[in-house]
């Protein structure tokens, strides 16, 4: 089945650094667009990048342009999220999202915590 593990987040300061993996299995990574999203307390859930089945091809939110950069590894299943110059502001849980036959799938996802 369908599995998406994130990992990586964590307590930083502002100005801090990060980077978020996704591990996939159950299906064919380098076939499927991947996405990360991230949910802040009180809020709804949100795209913050994604990324085509090469990695050729990036998009980010207009909130993060600039300071995150969605990458893939293929050949290890698994999706990463380098975020720089951190602000409080970008406190959430993040998750990474697939959409496979119809279904879309999500990760527990994992909490990043920007805060001095």
């Known amino acids: 089945q369908v599995q998406l593990v994130e990992s990586g987040g964590g307590l930083v300061q502002p100005g801090g650094s990060l980077r978020l993996s996704c591990a996939a299995s159950?299906?064919?990574?380098?076939?499927?667009?991947m996405v990360w999203y991230r949910q802040a307390p009180g809020k709804e859930r949100v795209q913050v990048a994604g990324?085509?089945?090469?990695?050729?091809?990036?998009n980010y939110a207009d909130s993060v342009k600039g300071r995150f950069t969605i990458s893939r590894d293929n050949t290890k299943n698994t999706l990463y999220l380098q975020m720089n110059s951190l602000k409080p502001e970008d406190t959430a849980v993040y998750y990474c999202?697939?959409?496979?036959?119809?279904?879309?799938?999500w990760g527990r996802g994992t909490q990043v915590t920007v805060s001095s």
């Open positions: 990324i085509s089945r090469s990695g050729g091809i990036t």
């Open positions: 159950g299906f064919a990574f380098s076939n499927y667009p």
């Open positions: 999202r697939v959409y496979v036959s119809t279904t879309i799938y």
